[in-house]
């Protein structure tokens, strides 16, 4: 069957805007799906640039790229939204334009839909790479392949955050049961969707990777950004422990792991900012912690220790051997887990 005259069962939603050449690279890695019953639907920002002209050429030799373009910016989030609001087809998925998908994402997806009919959400692991496209993490590497029941799945993901969406695939029914993306939880509302769905309803996990996510490392931005962003985290812990559909000791474990996973990643990322000697990053770090989560002893503890290695440099070698045994494996051990052939796309 011609795949113009087949009915899309996937949509793909790729908001963007301003980066042309990622978008072609995201564009590309879609059509270059082994499963071809899809409708790629890219949603522009007001890019005002050749973003439509890019699109435009993709569509010419294949109908199933579709595109809208905002009559103003309306917002990285609130384009998300409206593309989630659009979905008509059985199954979607958000595509950010710097990532990408690796060729058997939907066929591996599907494929878990079609063992375990019952789950609204099939996972596959999603590669983290830098900026020079070196393995970075894979979050989901250390999942068991299988069906996770409601709330077990809500556990795994508190366990090994953060899961990125890039590589799940959803059920339409995710928007019409567990409602669309909360504007107010902000830039965490990817991952407040994903919990929500994985409180409720099974999530079907896969052991094969299906899409890279580009992680651009800039620990002080990122502070920075989530010191502006800590009433939208709060927001998503209380849609998760006031929803009564959730069983009771599910919604105190998530309310405890979302209150301290931060606490304790801003604690290591600040002892890893006193080996690269960045004061300001310190002290922003210990700010947070101190003024956003009331954890006075971490933020006393990161000021001692960057304050000890100010006045003793020699205590240098134990931090980094304390830093280097909390590291996730690297490059070389994820290329032998995953192989090298995840990453040709780049």
Known sequence: MAVADS???ITTIIPTYRRPKLLRRAISSVLAQTYPHFQLCVYDNASGDETASVVAEFAKGDPRV??????????????????????????????????LLLPTFYETALLGFEKYPEAILSVTPTILVNNQSRMYRVPLAAWKPGLY???????????????QWTGMLFRREAIEEVGTLDEEVGDASDLDFELRAAARFPVVVSAQPGAVFTFRPSPLAELLRFQASWRGWEKMIRNLAEDERIPADARIHAEQALREGPKRELLWSGLAAILRKDWAYIDKAAEVLCNH???????????????????????????VCVNALRKVPRDSRLRKKFGADALRAF
């Open 7 to 9: 009915k899309p069962l």
């Open 66 to 99: 579709r595109y809208h373009c905002q009559p103003e910016n309306i917002g990285a989030l609130r384009n998300f939204i409206y593309g989630a609001q659009r979905v008509d087809t059985p199954f979607f998925s958000f595509l950010s334009d710097d990532d």
């Open 149 to 163: 029941r409601p709330p077990e799945g809500l556990r795994a993901m508190l366990k090994c955050m953060p899961a």
């Open 293 to 319: 989560y009331n954890s006075r002893g971490r933020a006393l503890l990161l000021r001692s220790i960057a304050k000890m290695f100010k006045v003793f440099p020699l205590a240098r070698p134990v931090l």
